[in-house]
């Protein structure tokens, strides 16, 4: 771990390093860095305001708006349609009266005129009516005005009798119903097993769109990539044949009703063990499967301030669960408090002693690590699901893949359960800055993969994340040199190009990595992090407001690395130009001559290594490059010289290593000056 990197120019001087800094003219053909362009200020694209401060935290008089729900949904499996109703209580807090409300139908994606299916090739997508949206009722104190909506592709406006005015709520129903479109279905899907189907269901309701101080309401519609909501409170029941088995985000608040008095007995256990106890075993699914029909059963969930939730049913399913070791939490209305819970629910295929045998340990290990290390886990549950594999995140449950295993299922199961910190906790807008969310989780789960079990699955090296050899900065290089990719600030709702996965997962989470261990040091960088998380948590920030509140905590400008990483695709490029004695004398020290030919000058590494094998090590800070492109480094250690190298533990994507190293030592003739070079543009 390398020291912070404003305070090595210090140590270099501290340790008997001479730097020398001079100018030299520039052939025209020469492609140079330009400092002044390197190191000048980042104008950020939000501006401060009386709402968001110059420290990157909530100004003091930011506000949010908040969406509770009251929602009732039937399953029915042999049409596979869902149909449901329910009631919003929007709560204006804004200092704006609002004409209009703005309701998000993502069903809408899937039918034939959607923007997503121009957007699509004709086989990639299936198609269905969308949304089929019933009466529309405006409640005000008793009395209710039914009202036409206004539907746009996967958007719905309401206009209201009268402006919802600051402070004030505004109540109204909506009913609904929908087809789901088949095994992928938008990340919420209908996966066959071996006892029936298993139902993943997700974006299943009307859901109130954000209006912020950025932008007002934020339409932007729903083309299957991700969501940008407002935070509530949660009551919702899912009515499913009597078989079928219910697991949701949240607590459920009526297991007399719905679970056997065995498996009650079996959940009571698991809330006392740290291993995990089967609550719904194979007998009990057998049993399910070859039952007569009898009926219905309603399940009922409650969960307080989360901005979704989801659930998955089926007849199939597995359940398992054991204790989170976390303090207790308000429990749901009516409830007592109990110990919280990691669970999974996945079908027979999925059992296995490196398959979903260990999912809860791994949900155990997540949730309490992230807890510990960065925020507190909010919510009763935490629940991985086996089914279709769409690897998708909700408040308190998330959807992988039943066939699953081995580094995979720890990897995915660590990911898609991260997303608890970014962006169900901290509300970042997904579908306009997807690096805030994705980059940000990645990044916490390859700590997470260092630290689980002595590094088990260690490095973290999937689709996500240094997905080559598993060392993040060799395998950055070729998307930092490929033009397809469009820089991180580039907006997330425009299409992008090449590996998907490679700038808002892979080059942000190791931005971040650059970030800590390179520039900053953990000392700094880890407590500006959860300082940000905590400014944040059940708010919407902006990359500026991010990046403030980094610098101010942390105390470093850092433009000259938002700019590079953020804003461009910048990449550090250094070359060892010049190896020498100083008069040809050993005994009076070596220049190293380094060249800056990169537009994102990262601290890097001088190593020496001397002729009995021994080494020394100097770090070259960013702010050696301020004043120009090439620098002589006097190390004056008075030994025979081996060899000198750039970067030699590949801690930074230097995107041409071919030039890194040194053997041969230039003569210098008796008395003569050795050159101090600058280049300049």
């Known amino acids: 771990m390398s020291a912070p990197y404003a305070m090595r120019f210090w140590s270099l001087m501290a340790c008997g390093v001479l730097v020398s800094l001079s100018p030299r003219p520039v052939q025209a053909q020469v492609a140079v860095p330009d400092p002044n362009q390197i190191f000048s200020p980042v104008e950020m694209p939000t501006p401060v305001s009386a709402y968001r401060s110059g420290d990157g935290t909530p100004g003091p008089m930011a506000w949010k708006n908040q969406a509770d729900y009251r929602i009732a949904v039937t399953l029915d499996p042999t049409t596979h349609e869902l149909s449901g109703e329910e009631t919003v209580t929007y709560h204006n807090n804004s200092p704006s009266s609002l004409p209009v409300l703005w309701v998000q139908l993502d069903q809408n994606m899937y039918r034939a005129d959607s923007r997503r299916a121009i957007m699509s090739s004709p086989a990639s997508t299936p198609h269905t009516d969308g949304v089929q949206i019933g009466p529309v009722t405006i409640m005000e104190g008793t009395a209710s005005q039914e009202v036409t909506p206004l539907i746009s592709d996967t958007r719905m406006q309401i206009t209201l009798p009268h402006p919802l005015a600051p402070g004030r709520t505004q109540v109204f129903r909506v009913r609904w119903h929908y087809t789901m479109p088949g095994a992928w279905g938008g990340r919420t899907a209908v996966s066959p097993s071996r006892n029936g189907d298993i139902y993943e269901i997700a974006q299943f309701y009307p859901r109130m769109a954000v209006f912020d101080d950025v932008r007002g309401w934020d339409t932007l519609p729903y083309v299957g990539d ?177 066939h699953d295993r081995d580094a995979k299922l720890f990897w995915i199961t660590t990911h898609e359960l991260g997303h608890t910190w970014f962006p169900m906790i901290v509300g970042s807008n997904e579908r306009r800055n997807g690096f805030m969310d994705e980059g940000f989780n990645t990044f916490i789960d390859s700590l997470a993969s260092l630290h689980f079990n002595k590094g088990e699955f260690a490095p973290k090296h999937d689709g996500e994340y240094a997905p080559d050899s598993g060392r993040p900065a060799d395998d950055i290089v070729k998307v930092l040199k490929d033009p397809v990719y469009q820089p991180l600030m580039a907006p997330s709702n425009i299409p992008g190009r090449g590996d998907r996965h490679a700038m808002p997962y892979f080059k942000s989470a190791y931005g971040l990595e650059l970030l800590r261990s390179q520039i900053l040091g953990p000392a700094r960088f880890d407590p500006a992090f959860r300082h940000y998380i905590a400014a944040w948590a059940y708010r919407h920030p902006t990359p500026s407001d991010f990046f403030r509140l980094m610098e101010s905590d942390a105390g470093e400008d850092l433009s000259w690395f938002w700019r590079g990483w953020y804003f461009t695709n910048a990449a550090p490029d250094y070359a060892l130009t010049g190896l020498e004695y100083v008069e040809n004398d050993p005994a009076k020290g070596v220049r190293v001559t380094v060249r800056n030919k990169g537009a994102l000058p990262l601290p890097v590494t001088l190593q020496v290594t001397w002729a009995d094998g021994a080494t020394t090590r100097r770090i070259l800070p960013t702010e050696l490059w301020a004043k120009g492109n090439e620098a002589v480094v006097l190390v004056p250690d008075g030994r025979p010289v081996r060899s000198a190298s750039l970067d030699p533990d590949h801690a930074i994507p230097d995107i041409d290593r071919s030039n890194n190293e040194s053997t041969s030592i230039t003569p210098v003739a008796s008395g003569m000056v050795v050159a101090r070079r600058n280049l300049r543009p």
């Open 226 to 402: 991700e969501f940008y909501l407002d935070y509530g409170n949660f009551d919702y029941a899912v009515t499913v044949p009597a078989s079928f088995m219910v697991v949701g985000s949240g607590a459920l608040v009526n297991p007399a009703q719905v679970l056997s008095t065995a498996q009650q007995q079996r959940l009571a256990q698991a809330r006392r063990s740290g291993t995990r106890v089967m609550i719904r075993d194979q007998a009990d699914v057998e049993a399910a499967a070859h039952a007569p029909p009898a009926g219905s059963r309603t399940w009922r969930f409650h969960m307080d301030n989360a901005r979704d939730v989801a659930f998955v049913a089926s007849p199939a399913l597995l359940w398992d669960a054991a204790k989170l070791d976390l303090p207790p939490i308000a429990p749901a209305p009516g409830m007592k408090p109990e110990a919280r819970l990691g669970m999974s629910v996945y079908p027979v295929e999925a059992v296995g002693p490196q398959a979903w045998d260990r999912s809860t340990e791994y949900v155990k290990h997540t949730i309490e690590y992230f807890s510990h290390d960065w925020y507190p886990y909010p919510w009763p549950t935490a629940i991985n699901v086996g089914g279709h594999g769409a690897g998708m995140e909700y408040p308190g449950i998330v959807f992988d893949g039943m």
